[in-house]
């Protein structure tokens, strides 16, 4: 006979077009995680999922996924919705895929886990995109050169600068290897952070990375332990597309993002810098790294950036409590 599906898989099968609208922030750019572009030519097939869905949502996610329209929209058409779905995403959404995303309003942060043996992956567990007010302030340089030689050999693959943890937006002391993998850890009272375990066994670090999201501010904040003495330094990096000049000790934005800052809250008084991006992949616009290196003490070091209009007032307090009490639950033998 033939195979059938579980009905829970058909179900998960159906929503799969919620994975896509996720991947799409606010400014109409997607999170070009791996080999992904950032404006990606449109996928018709949302029309397929509508059909068969049968919620308002998907028919609505049609009309709005970004990108020209597809002469296969004609062959799935579904009228458009008589009120629009803005506001119906969740705050919060994880995808076993590898995906991981908080939203609030026009703010949007989409971060990559999974593992780094997926197909078209990257050495990037843990990085992200940022945006505030629908403007994208922190960016993936997305895929490398598909024509380039042994892009997609094994062996040469991670020689391409766009697919090494250098090119990303991470904390990091070496390159991650192809076995480290990231599980996602949700606060259930606050649907507006969550945690991601970065598990890397070349790594001289145990790491925990939280992400926290309003309507005008983000918090990035990593946690790390040494495994050993011998702990070397760590390199808080993030890319950007936007102007940006450094300001006592802060990064400020410009054009656009007028008025957003980034800055470190913790270790206090750690300046960010600015450096031209580097490495063998040419941007057809600017990218300017913001960082900082850090020494990493025996008993762990908590980095925390700070995105936000000037006048915000973040809760630190209440997001590093947290990733002390998921830190004492997942390491008991860690001191």
Same mark, same amino acid.
């Given at each position: 006979?033939?195979?059938?599906?579980?009905?829970?898989?058909?179900?998960?099968?159906?929503?799969?077009?919620?994975?896509?609208?996720?991947?799409?922030?606010?400014?109409?750019?997607?999170?070009?995680?791996?080999?992904?572009?950032?404006?990606?030519?449109?996928?018709?097939?949302?029309?397929?999922?509508?059909?068969?869905?049968?919620?308002?949502?998907?028919?609505?996610?049609?009309?709005?996924?970004?990108?020209?329209?597809?002469?296969?929209?004609?062959?799935?058409?579904?009228?458009?919705?008589?009120?629009?779905?803005?506001?119906?995403?969740?705050?919060?959404?994880?995808?076993?895929?590898?995906?991981?995303?908080?939203?609030?309003?026009?703010?949007?942060?989409?971060?990559?886990?999974?593992?780094?043996?997926?197909?078209?992956?990257?050495?990037?567990?843990?990085?992200?995109?940022?945006?505030?007010?629908?403007?994208?302030?922190?960016?993936?340089?997305?895929?490398?050169?598909?024509?380039?030689?042994?892009?997609?050999?094994?062996?040469?693959?991670?020689?391409?600068?766009?697919?090494?943890?250098?090119?990303?937006?991470?904390?990091?002391?070496?390159?991650?290897?192809?076995?480290?993998?990231?599980?996602?850890?949700?606060?259930?009272?606050?649907?507006? +952070?969550? /945690?991601?375990?970065? *598990?890397? &066994? #070349?790594?001289?670090?145990?790491?925990?990375?939280? !992400?926290?999201? %309003? $309507?005008?501010?983000?918090?990035?904040?990593?946690?790390?332990?040494?495994?050993?003495?011998?702990?070397?330094?760590?390199?808080?990096?993030?890319?950007?597309?936007?102007?940006?000049?450094?300001?006592?000790?802060?990064?400020?934005?410009?054009?656009?993002?007028?008025?957003?800052?980034?800055?470190?809250?913790?270790?206090?008084?750690?300046?960010?810098?600015?450096?031209?991006?580097?490495?063998?992949?040419?941007?057809?616009?600017?990218?300017? +790294?913001? /960082?900082?290196?850090? *020494?990493? &003490? #025996?008993?762990?070091?908590?980095?925390?950036?700070? !995105?936000?209009? %000037? $006048?915000?007032?973040?809760?630190?307090?209440?997001?590093?409590?947290?990733?002390?009490?998921?830190?004492?639950?997942?390491?008991?033998?860690?001191?």
């Amino acid at each position: 006979g033939r195979m059938q599906r579980e009905p829970e898989s058909r179900d998960g099968w159906l929503r799969h077009w919620q994975c896509q609208r996720a991947m799409v922030g606010p400014s109409g750019m997607v999170f070009n995680a791996g080999d992904s572009l950032a404006t990606p030519e449109r996928s018709p097939v949302a029309g397929w999922f509508a059909r068969r869905d049968g919620g308002r949502d998907a028919a609505a996610w049609q009309w709005e996924t970004p990108g020209k329209p597809h002469a296969f929209d004609l062959l799935w058409y579904n009228a458009p919705p008589a009120t629009e779905s803005a506001g119906s995403e969740p705050r919060r959404q994880v995808f076993d895929a590898g995906y991981a995303m908080l939203r609030h309003g026009s703010s949007y942060l989409a971060v990559r886990t999974g593992r780094n043996r997926t197909n078209h992956a990257h050495l990037d567990l843990g990085s992200f995109v940022l945006e505030i007010g629908a403007q994208r302030l922190v960016c993936d340089l997305g895929r490398g050169d598909y024509a380039a030689a042994g892009y997609f050999d094994p062996q040469k693959r991670f020689s391409h600068f766009a697919a090494q943890t250098r090119a990303h937006n991470l904390a990091f002391a070496q390159e991650q290897s192809l076995d480290a993998k990231a599980e996602t850890l949700v606060d259930e009272a606050d649907e507006a +952070r969550f /945690a991601i375990e970065v *598990s890397d &066994p #070349a790594s001289p670090f145990r790491h925990l990375r939280a !992400f926290q999201l %309003d $309507a005008n501010a983000a918090i990035v904040a990593d946690l790390l332990t040494p495994r050993d003495a011998l702990s070397p330094a760590v390199t808080w990096q993030c890319n950007t597309q936007m102007p940006v000049e450094a300001v006592d000790g802060a990064i400020r934005f410009g054009g656009p993002a007028e008025g957003l800052s980034a800055r470190l809250l913790s270790p206090s008084g750690t300046a960010l810098t600015l450096a031209p991006m580097a490495g063998d992949m040419p941007q057809p616009i600017p990218v300017t +790294r913001i /960082a900082a290196t850090l *020494s990493v &003490p #025996a008993d762990g070091l908590l980095v925390a950036c700070l !995105f936000c209009h %000037d $006048a915000h007032r973040p809760d630190l307090a209440g997001l590093s409590g947290w990733l002390t009490r998921i830190a004492r639950a997942r390491w008991p033998d860690v001191p």
